[in-house]
Nanobody, 118 residues
Framework: VQLVESGGGLVQPGGSLSLSCAAS????????MGWYRQAPGKQRELVAR???????NYDDSVKGRFTISRDNAQYTVSLQMNSLKPEDTAVYFC?????????????WGQGTPVTVSS
């Protein structure tokens, strides 16, 4: 299984970025896909996730600014980030999760850095 993120970079406050995660080696449509982030000196936190059904949930700090979507045919999950703030600066990680019987599969990408600064 591989999860490969792309799209991070430097953006000014108020700007936009779109992150993408390409998955391979897995039955993508059965997985809950998510984006997490980790800022320097802080714990990794959930940003947004999308279930296999398409249901979404977001951290309160990004509601109304970020949108998560998935393409089951292309095995990709995206995160559109608008109205970015300096506090959104972090390394963003793609996650794939599903229950398998009494166990679970939990995969992570390598992360892509996002810096919001003027």
């Amino acid at each position: 299984v591989q999860l490969v993120e792309s799209g991070g970079g430097l953006v000014q406050p108020g700007g936009s970025l779109s992150l993408s995660c390409a998955a391979s080696g897995m039955a993508f449509r059965f997985y809950r896909m998510g984006w997490y982030r980790q800022a320097p000196g802080k714990q990794r936190e959930l940003v947004a996730r999308i279930a296999s059904s398409g249901d979404t949930n977001y951290d309160d700090s990004v509601k109304g600014r970020f949108t998560i979507s998935r393409d089951n045919a292309q095995y990709t999950v995206s995160l559109q980030m608008n109205s970015l703030k300096p506090e959104d600066t972090a390394v963003y990680f793609c996650n794939a999760f599903r229950f398998v019987g009494i166990s679970s599969n939990d995969y992570w990408g390598q992360g892509t850095p996002v810096t919001v600064s003027s």
